[in-house]
């Protein structure tokens, strides 16, 4: 079994830049595969990034201004979201898989115009 529990997300002015982390705790399972998520009210769950061993990918609407990480010591996962947008207002989710998909509660992150 695995928890993810993110933290980080806030109220920014437009240009602005944030640093969710999402920390797992648990036993037995693997941070190989790991990525972030994001909901804006009334839109699907959509994709931002992943990181899986050491290769990134990235959503084309973040990519040069959002950074996936990982810190494998601290069991703790981080996206630094630099530039934002308010289009980048959703809540912002932590995933994992491992034999099956976990996720975090998300965390908030608002960018005012």
């Known amino acids: 079994q695995v928890q993810l529990v993110e933290s980080g997300g806030g109220l920014v002015q437009a240009g602005g830049s944030l640093r969710p982390s999402c920390t797992a705790s648990?036993?037995?399972?693997?941070?190989?595969?790991m990525g972030w998520y994001r909901q804006a009210p009334g839109k699907q769950r959509e994709f931002v990034a992943v990181i899986t061993g050491g290769r990134t990918n990235y959503a084309d609407s973040v990519k040069g201004r959002f950074t996936i990480s990982r810190d494998n010591a601290k069991n703790t996962v981080y996206l630094q979201m630099n530039s934002l947008k308010p289009e980048d207002t959703a809540l912002y989710y932590c995933?994992?898989?491992?034999?099956?998909?976990?996720w975090g509660q998300g965390t908030q992150v608002t960018v005012s115009s």
């Open positions: 648990g036993s037995g399972f693997s941070m190989n595969n």
């Open positions: 995933h994992l898989w491992f034999g099956r998909d976990y």
